[in-house]
């Protein structure tokens, strides 16, 4: 039994991670922040939210003692904060000033692992705050990363769907192509497994991507063979891309999260589906178990973070779905309209919406015209929220990954108002404007733009516009 506990909605945009340590819970956002909560009662701590990135933050994880979190973000650098007062500790720059998409720490002794968009891949001395060792993968951007329970070696995924081991002092031991479309997480259980037939212990990891596919794989050291990667099953579920997987502190369950706004808890073992939750309105983003109670964490790009309790006790050995009658959105009621509005912070619009029998099917058909001409709502700050929150409905509706290319390459979000920079790029124009601001030099290549013009880039608008469409159908 998995059981809603508590939401978290303190986060003004998408939730990106969320991370636990004995007694912390800490979560970071496409909104810059990093927030830190107490598990006795789920309030803030006094000094969060902790400030200080430009831009997005795509990461964030406890050293082993809790005593400091680290987190990570588009403006190429790793914070080391202290968990105690909030104060900063370190600004890790990465070579390159690539975005850094994901960090880590080694459990002994402390290195922080930080990983780029340009598949740079670096390890820092935590107590020193110096630079330890270099790499690279051989292609694509570094989307994940984990360490070995002992920390003699670790795991990176990248864009081009390579797993990656590598041992502490960076050298590469295994590459293997592991999924199709881009690997976007992975994780290493805490407990090793037993191989009755060879007599050996293997580490046991798991890895998901844009293929919608959870591997589970054994990796096995040995004098004689060096390193070997085994896969051992895929687990089933999801419909789309998964975004996120972690193992319990145990090692019997696995947690997934997906596009299709979907958690799954599986059962390591076995492979069976434990629960299923679909409390998230957009896709799920993150999950993690705490590591000494029965408690799991899933974010998601509908800006909450959802606290579950799991009943360790009496382990479900069916599917059980939570929340698994939803009505399609075109097929809402004006009842369920109104009630959407209200969860929406727009209740006071629930009359004119009824007047005008605003149903699911007219809802998604709304434009700015149809709000100020018919609805006659005359506010264009109130017209403008309206339209987004429909926006945002609308995007729910896509249970298919979205194409690289209408991606912005700095918030990694559908574009918009897609423009092409010097560099030859396309970017969202509103993200772009503010690279520039504070920088001259180009978020994909590092090198110096010749100039800062901005061209709209109207055949990508359209084809995001065709593309859209045909998710709604």
């Known amino acids: 039994m998995a059981t809603l506990i508590h939401t978290l909605a303190d986060h003004s945009d998408d939730v990106n991670y969320c991370a636990f340590s004995s007694s912390c819970l800490a979560t970071c956002s496409l909104d810059k922040t990093i927030r830190v909560y107490s598990l006795s009662n789920f309030a803030e701590l006094p000094y969060s939210p902790l400030e200080g990135h430009a831009y997005a933050v795509h990461c964030c994880c406890f050293s082993p003692s809790g005593l400091v979190l680290a987190s990570c973000s588009t403006d190429g650098t790793s914070v080391l904060w202290d968990t105690r007062d909030g104060r900063r500790l370190a600004v890790l720059e990465q070579p390159g000033a690539s975005p850094v998409r994901v960090c880590r720490f080694s459990p002994e002794p402390a290195y922080l692992l930080a990983g780029a968009a340009d598949g740079s891949v670096v390890l820092w001395n935590a107590q020193s705050m110096k630079l330890y060792r270099s790499g690279k993968v051989k292609d694509g951007s570094l989307m994940a990363c984990a360490f070995s329970p002992n920390g003699n070696f670790f795991v990176t995924g990248s864009s081009s769907g390579d797993l990656t081991i590598w041992d502490d002092k960076m050298r590469c031991l295994y590459n293997e192509k592991a999924h199709d479309l881009g690997v976007t997480c992975c994780d290493i259980s805490s407990r090793p497994v037993s191989d009755n037939e060879n007599g050996c212990k293997y580490f046991q990891m798991a890895s998901c991507g844009q293929d919608n596919h959870i591997k589970l794989w054994l990796i096995l050291f040995t004098d004689f063979l060096g390193v070997q990667l085994k896969y051992k099953c895929t687990l089933n579920g999801h419909s789309a891309p998964v975004l996120a997987c972690a193992f319990s502190c145990d090692g019997q369950m696995i947690v997934s999260g997906s596009v299709d706004k979907c958690v799954i808890i599986y059962e390591t073992s ?5 629960h299923t939750l679909s409390q998230h309105t957009r896709y799920v983003t993150t999950c993690a178990f705490a590591p000494h109670s029965p408690l799991l964490a899933t974010g998601s790009m509908d800006k909450t973070v959802h606290i579950w309790q799991l009943d360790l006790k009496q382990p479900c050995a069916g599917n059980t779905v939570e929340n698994e009658s939803q009505v399609a959105i075109e097929d809402w009621s004006e009842d369920d309209v109104s009630a ?10 629930v009359g004119l919406f009824k007047i005008n029998n ?6 998604l058909n709304l434009t700015k015209e149809s709000l100020a001409n018919e609805l006659k709502i005359e506010s264009l700050g ?3 929220k309206v339209l987004q929150k429909i926006e945002e409905l609308r995007m729910t509706m896509i249970s298919v990954s979205v194409p690289d290319e ?4 700095i918030t990694r979000e559908l574009m918009n108002d897609p423009v092409i ?7 969202e124009r509103e993200a772009m404007e503010n690279w520039i601001s504070n920088r001259r030099s180009s978020p994909m290549t590092n090198l110096p733009l010749h100039s800062l013009m901005l061209t709209p880039n109207r055949t990508l608008k359209m084809a995001i516009s ?4 045909t998710q709604q159908k």
Request: proline fraction near 3%; charged fraction near 25%.
């Open 382 to 384: 109130l017209r403008s």
């Open 270 to 274: 076995t492979g069976n589906t434990l």
């Open 421 to 427: 920079a010097t560099d030859g790029y396309s970017y």
């Open 340 to 349: 959407w509005l209200c969860a929406q912070d727009l209740a006071d619009f």
């Open 406 to 409: 209408f991606l912005c390459p």
């Open 358 to 363: 605003i149903d699911g099917k007219e809802l």
């Open 466 to 469: 065709r593309w859209l469409e």
